[in-house]
C-alpha cells in the first residue's frame, strides 16, 4: 500500500497562488491514480482534482477548472496542484488520495480511494 504526505499549504492573500505537492512511498507510484480533496470549515470533503496512473486523464470540479492544474511525476513519486487566483472559498485542509488501478482512469468519486494523507491547510483571508 501507498503512504501519502502533503506539504506546501499555507496563509495566502486572495488572487496569490500555492503549489501543494503529495509524495508518495511504500509502493509503486505509477500504479495509482491521485485525487485530490479539501475540507472547508463547517462543510464535507469534496473533490478537487485527479489524474490517472500515468496522466493520460485529468479531472477538474467546476469551482476550480481554469485556475488549478494537477501534474503528477512518477519518477519523483509526487503529485502536485498548483493552484492560481485564489479565492476566500478555496480555504480548506486539502488531502491527497491514491486509488490503485489497471487502467487509465481516474476518479472524482472520494468512496473509490483507499489511501489518504495527512492534509496540508491552505488559508486564504477575505
Known amino acids: 500500500q501507498v503512504q501519502l504526505v502533503e506539504s506546501g499549504g499555507g496563509l495566502v492573500q486572495a488572487g496569490g497562488s500555492l503549489r501543494l505537492s503529495c509524495v508518495g512511498s511504500?509502493?509503486?507510484?505509477?500504479?495509482?491514480?491521485v485525487g485530490w480533496f479539501r475540507q472547508g470549515p463547517g462543510k464535507e470533503r469534496e473533490f478537487v482534482s485527479a489524474i490517472s496512473r500515468r496522466s493520460f486523464l485529468e479531472y477538474y470540479a467546476d469551482s476550480v477548472k481554469g485556475r488549478f492544474t494537477i501534474s503528477k511525476d512518477n519518477a519523483k513519486n509526487s503529485v502536485y496542484l498548483q493552484m492560481n487566483s485564489l479565492e476566500s472559498e478555496d480555504t480548506a485542509v486539502y488531502y491527497c488520495?491514491?486509488?490503485?488501478?489497471?487502467?487509465?482512469?481516474?476518479?472524482?468519486?472520494?468512496?473509490?480511494?483507499?489511501?489518504w494523507g495527512q492534509g496540508t491547510q491552505v488559508t486564504v483571508p477575505s
Open positions: 511504500g509502493s509503486t507510484f505509477s500504479d495509482y491514480a
Open positions: 488520495a491514491g486509488q490503485r488501478r489497471d487502467d487509465r482512469g481516474a476518479s472524482s468519486n472520494i468512496r473509490a480511494y483507499d489511501y
